[in-house]
């Protein structure tokens, strides 16, 4: 099972690319709602503002679900740790809960950074680790090289990308996906067979995009800043929609989507 739905957090507000006012005000809103999973990284530049935030609203670390990454010019052996503990100082944390990194090393070779990950895990830096953006192969190699079972790998998942082979073999290897783009940048809303379903059940087409993603084991980022729209996305983990209508929503794979493309992100790899 996801470390995130066996500590109840199976949706974590997503913070990017929320800053300073904005996010401190989206975080407010994000409790206010009920959340308590909050994930962050160094590339989003928003840690410290999290940390802030949770220390001006006087929020117990107990009741708090950090996940953040490290950034792919931080995988080397001399900025690795260094940036941890930053990220740790930022946070006003003595560990995040999840600490993954965030994309595979540009030079394709991963050992390092899973070693350095490894070794932050021993430090007591993370209460878990995991990997972001990886294929196949690349979990793959991650369960071999780490002592710690990687807890996760977020990658891009909603209904108009196919990550059907991605998410057999992370089961299969013990590893859970976790989801960013959820809700597809919005690009999904208006879809027929989504706005019927959604219709059907009263819901928002939101609330049945995320249902989809949760009942497939997924763990989900969704970003809002609006108080109404979190209670919402929360709202989505109260019901369950039928096979046929799970069926339904796995057809529309076939769209391939994909927001976070090579041109987005050069380093991207070759994904399955």
Not at 164 to 173: D, I, Q
Not at 207 to 233: D, F, H
Request: some cysteine; glycine content about 6%; aromatic content about 8%.
């Amino acid at each position: 099972m996801s470390i995130y739905f066996s500590k109840n957090v199976p949706l974590s507000m997503g913070t990017f690319p929320l800053k300073e006012d904005e996010l401190s005000q989206a975080v407010e809103h994000a409790l206010t709602a009920g959340f308590r999973g909050f994930d962050t990284a160094q590339m989003y530049e928003n840690e410290a503002a999290l940390g802030a935030s949770f220390a001006r609203l006087g929020c117990s670390r107990e009741d708090l679900f950090i996940t953040t990454k490290v950034l792919p010019a931080h995988l080397g052996a001399d900025k690795f740790m260094p940036s941890v503990e930053e990220s740790l100082r930022a946070l006003r944390t003595d560990y995040v809960d999840v600490l993954l990194l965030h994309w595979p090393t540009p030079s394709g070779d991963n050992r390092e950074a899973l070693e350095l990950l490894q070794q932050a895990s021993d430090k007591g830096y993370a209460r878990a680790i995991g990997v972001s953006n990886y294929t196949i192969a690349m979990m793959e190699q991650a369960v071999q090289l780490l002592d710690d079972v990687p807890v996760c790998n977020q990658v891009e998942f909603h209904p108009y990308l196919d990550q059907s082979k991605l998410l057999a073999a992370a089961s299969r290897l013990g590893i859970a996906l976790s989801a960013y783009c959820p809700l597809a940048k919005g690009r999904i809303f208006g879809d027929p067979v989504i706005s019927e379903i959604a219709s059907r059940y009263s819901r928002t087409e939101a609330q049945i995009i995320l249902r989809w993603i949760v009942q497939n084991g997924v763990s989900a980022n969704p970003m809002s800043t609006n108080l109404e729209n979190l209670k919402a996305n929360l709202a989505a983990l109260d019901f369950s929609l039928s096979a046929p209508d799970m069926a339904a929503i796995d057809k529309l794979r076939q769209n391939g989507l994909r927001i976070v493309d090579k041109t987005r992100m050069p380093i991207a790899p070759d994904w399955d």
